[in-house]
């Protein structure tokens, strides 16, 4: 089994935090479609036979592409791809694409799973973020997906803005569990270099949020979704009913995925490869039958230190038999070693050969995974 990644790099304006690779006001978004369909020929043998089983559309903004490109694409890769065998097709929306008619459009494709980027129910909060949508228009971009038949809705948010007090938080909390969705991800704000946003922290024009209130914050986040009903199942992550993200599950159990488009990334357990992080390049690049990627070899070592930071976020933890078995009975010792002042102070537990880090551990994960960390 293994995951295809798609990335569609397009974004009608910046949002103030992100720095993920996307460029705007691009009139190439048909090439760009067709890139990604000769770069699925060019590279499909990369998953040496295993089967997709799950499909992800991120970005940038996969909303951006027309319904008429969206077919197109999955037109392209459904003379390969199984789409009725998929556990699950994920496709991520911004709210102020989402109309009645777009909606209807996703639900005649295979997409089977939404996740919208709502960030916040606050307009304040919004208008900060450069988010170009209204917290109305979010509620009606999930009603739209709902109406059209998507069951499987999941939305984002973001917690430790500045300024942000628990009140606020606690109202955007229960705006979102008013919405009863089977999924829910929330992430801390982070200043991630060369942004908009770090700009302003450096130039002392926003103050980042103390730990103090983050903490707290995000014990806010896991007690009220608990008490909804929500499992959380990774640091971010909140589900109903089993409603995991399977998708993104897998990168935490070591599922090698295929990434297409510019600044994909890939992994097949042996290799990681990422994708020219540039638009003009990779359509030139693929349309010239050249597959432009980076790659690293993954010794040992590497893969241990990965799936260290993989396994260890979410509930089922890390399994010290798989340890044994792929790095030795050395590592497994040592891995257990490092983590024991951790599970003298309650902040992981050893139970059925697995570590975990526990509800108070999760906090202060980043931590703990350092800790464990094999640095030869
Ligand atoms: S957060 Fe999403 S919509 Fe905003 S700039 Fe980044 S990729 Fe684009």
């Known amino acids: 089994m293994a995951g295809l990644y798609l990335h569609i790099p397009f974004c009608r304006t910046r949002c103030i935090y992100c720095d993920f690779y996307s460029t705007v006001g691009e009139a190439v978004q048909e090439r760009y479609v067709d890139a990604l369909l000769r770069e699925w020929e060019l590279r499909r043998n990369e998953l040496a036979g295993e089967t997709v089983d799950t499909i992800y559309l991120g970005g940038g903004t996969p909303s951006q592409l027309s319904p008429a490109l969206l077919h197109r694409l999955f037109d392209g890769l459904g003379s390969d791809i199984d789409y009725a065998a998929c556990r699950e097709i994920t496709f991520e929306a911004n709210p102020d694409d989402i109309t009645a008619a777009y909606a209807e459009a996703l639900a005649s494709l295979p997409i089977d799973r939404i996740s919208m980027g709502v960030q916040s129910f606050s307009d304040d909060d919004l208008r900060f973020l450069r988010r170009r949508h209204t917290a109305a228009q979010a509620i009606a971009a999930v009603e739209c997906c709902r109406r059209a038949?998507?069951?499987?809705?999941?939305?984002?948010?973001?917690?430790?803005?500045?300024?942000?007090?628990?009140?606020?938080?606690?109202?955007?909390?229960?705006?979102?569990?008013?919405?009863?969705?089977?999924?829910?991800?929330?992430?801390?704000?982070?200043?991630?270099?060369?942004?908009?946003?770090?700009?302003?922290?450096?130039?002392?024009?926003?103050?980042?949020?103390?730990?103090?209130?983050?903490?707290?914050?995000?014990?806010?986040?896991?007690?009220?979704?608990?008490?909804?009903?929500?499992?959380?199942?990774?640091?971010?992550?909140?589900?109903?009913?089993?409603?995991?993200?399977?998708?993104?599950?897998?990168?935490?159990?070591?599922?090698?995925?295929?990434?297409?488009?510019?600044?994909?990334?890939?992994?097949?357990?042996?290799?990681?490869?990422?994708?020219?992080?540039?638009?003009?390049?990779?359509?030139?690049?693929?349309?010239?039958?050249?597959?432009?990627?980076?790659e690293?070899?993954?010794?040992?070592?590497?893969?241990?230190?990965?799936?260290?930071?993989?396994?260890?976020?979410?509930?089922?933890?890390?399994?010290?038999?798989?340890?044994?078995?792929?790095f030795g009975e050395e590592r497994r010792a040592y891995c257990l070693r490092m983590a024991a002042p951790h599970l003298q102070a309650g902040l992981c537990e050893c139970r059925d050969n697995r570590l975990r880090i526990t509800p108070n551990g999760l906090f202060v994960s980043d931590g703990i995974m350092a800790d464990l960390l094999y640095v030869g």
Not at 166 to 188: F, G, I, M, T, V
Not at 217 to 231: K, P, V
Request: charged share 25%; hydrophobic share 35%.
């Open 149 to 294: 038949g998507f069951k499987r809705i999941s939305i984002d948010l973001i917690y430790g803005l500045p300024h942000q007090m628990p009140a606020s938080w606690e109202a955007n909390l229960r705006q979102a569990l008013a919405l009863d969705l089977p999924h829910l991800s929330a992430y801390n704000l982070i200043y991630e270099e060369g942004t908009p946003l770090d700009r302003l922290r450096r130039a002392g024009e926003v103050q980042e949020c103390d730990d103090t209130l983050s903490l707290r914050l995000f014990e806010q986040l896991r007690d009220t979704l608990t008490a909804a009903g929500y499992e959380q199942y990774e640091i971010s992550n909140f589900a109903r009913s089993g409603a995991y993200a399977l998708h993104n599950t897998s990168y935490w159990q070591d599922v090698p995925y295929l990434g297409l488009g510019a600044a994909a990334h890939s992994y097949d357990r042996k290799f990681r490869r990422r994708n020219i992080a540039d638009l003009h390049r990779y359509i030139a690049g693929i349309e010239a039958g050249e597959t432009c990627y980076e």
């Open 296 to 326: 690293e070899r993954l010794d040992a070592d590497t893969r241990y230190n990965d799936r260290i930071i993989t396994a260890l976020r979410t509930m089922w933890g890390l399994d010290l038999d798989g340890v044994a078995a792929d």
